[in-house]
């Protein structure tokens, strides 16, 4: 799939830097893993099964970096579709809104645009991801006891972007020749986060008809 994003999605328009894996790291070695699985066309509800022998958190920190550099690049191509004007309110159609809270600016969950949503969202999660307190690298050095936690809100917010990108702007995801591409994103992102249990099932309801529909 990411020979297939990088041909479709414009790397330019990715909101922040990617993350990435060091190579010699058993981290990287499970990023090499997981992507070879992805790419030999596997069947994705076996692709994001943890493999024998390995350490769950890793894997979850493997796919949370994975989703998040793959997400931004998915919001990144659509965000000239996204503007205040046209997303003055971050949600999922009539039924959903989505306010922003990250206990420092915004202290109690507060109405916001969209593309300023998505903006915190990314600055947010890439803060956590590089906080080596919160995603480890180094060998021998543990996880938080709180890490699950934290990567059930960075899946659950991530997940918010398929709502609004899938409602508000899927015109543009066929506009740009990518429908096929964030759809398989989407169902790996899915299998992923109910194969684990990692973001409440209330949550996904936004999405629930086509997620039946095309994740069979």
């Known amino acids: 799939?990411?020979?297939?994003?990088?041909?479709?999605?414009?790397?330019?328009k990715t909101f922040r830097p990617r993350k990435k894996f060091e190579p010699g790291t058993q981290r990287f070695?499970?990023?090499?893993?997981?992507?070879?699985?992805l790419k030999s066309g596997l069947d994705l509800k076996a692709v994001v099964q943890l493999?024998?022998?390995?350490?769950?958190?890793?894997w979850i920190a493997v796919h949370v970096v994975d989703f998040f550099n793959r997400i931004n690049l998915i919001y990144g191509t659509m965000s000239e579709f996204c503007t205040e004007r046209s997303c003055p309110i971050m949600s999922g159609g009539l039924k959903y809104e989505y306010r922003w809270q990250d206990d420092q600016r915004y202290k109690r969950p507060t109405k916001v645009s969209a593309p300023l949503y998505m903006n915190m969202l990314m600055e947010w999660i890439e803060t956590l991801i590089n906080n080596e307190d919160t995603f480890p690298t180094r060998m021998g050095v543990p996880f938080p006891k709180n890490f699950q936690h934290v990567c059930n809100k960075i899946l659950t917010r991530l997940f918010r972007v398929f709502v609004h990108v899938y409602i508000h702007h899927f015109d543009a995801i066929?506009?740009?020749?990518a429908e096929a591409h964030v759809n398989t994103c989407y169902k790996h992102?899915?299998?992923f986060i109910t194969e684990f249990s990692l973001v409440d099932h209330r949550e996904l309801e936004p999405l629930r008809e086509m997620t039946e529909r095309i994740c069979h």
């Open 29 to 37: 070695e499970l990023y090499k893993k997981a992507q070879a699985s």
């Open 51 to 58: 493999p024998p022998g390995e350490n769950i958190n890793d």
């Open 174 to 177: 066929i506009t740009v020749g």
């Open 1 to 12: 799939m990411a020979l297939c994003l990088n041909q479709v999605f414009n790397k330019d």
């Open 189 to 191: 992102f899915y299998y």
